[in-house]
């Protein structure tokens, strides 16, 4: 089974910073896109930024110029850059990766999803 564990929130002031990261592990052939959504209290879960396996990203318009996806193949971790945060991007963040794995020598191809960590910006 793949999992995908997730560091980096926390609370923080406005205009501030945070770095999230994700590793993936388990018995991985590869590792497709991989991304970030977040969810606050009574909202969806809308995604935030996406990266692909060869680099290419797009992200939600809330966040552009602020938020930085990127991603580490040789780890199979994304992480997620946030600068100057404001209120509105406290949340529950998740992530995302679409996997290729083997087991018992089958291929499956699957979503998974990391815990979440809860994000807060706050005076």
């Known amino acids: 089974q793949v999992q995908l564990v997730e560091s980096g929130g926390g609370l923080v002031q406005p205009g501030g910073s945070l770095r999230l990261s994700c590793a993936a592990s388990?018995?991985?052939?590869?590792?497709?896109?991989m991304g970030w959504y977040r969810q606050a209290p009574g909202n969806q879960r809308d995604l935030v930024a996406s990266?692909?396996?060869?680099?290419?990203?797009n992200s939600a318009d809330s966040v552009k110029g602020r938020f930085t996806i990127s991603r580490d193949n040789a780890k199979n971790t994304v992480y997620l850059q946030m600068n100057s945060l404001k209120v509105e991007d406290t949340a529950v963040y998740y992530c995302y990766a679409r996997v290729r794995r083997i087991e018992y020598y089958r291929a499956y191809e699957s979503d998974y999803w990391g815990q979440g960590t809860q994000v807060t910006v706050s005076s």
């Open positions: 388990g018995s991985i052939l590869s590792v497709y896109t």
């Open positions: 990266i692909s396996s060869s680099g290419d990203t």
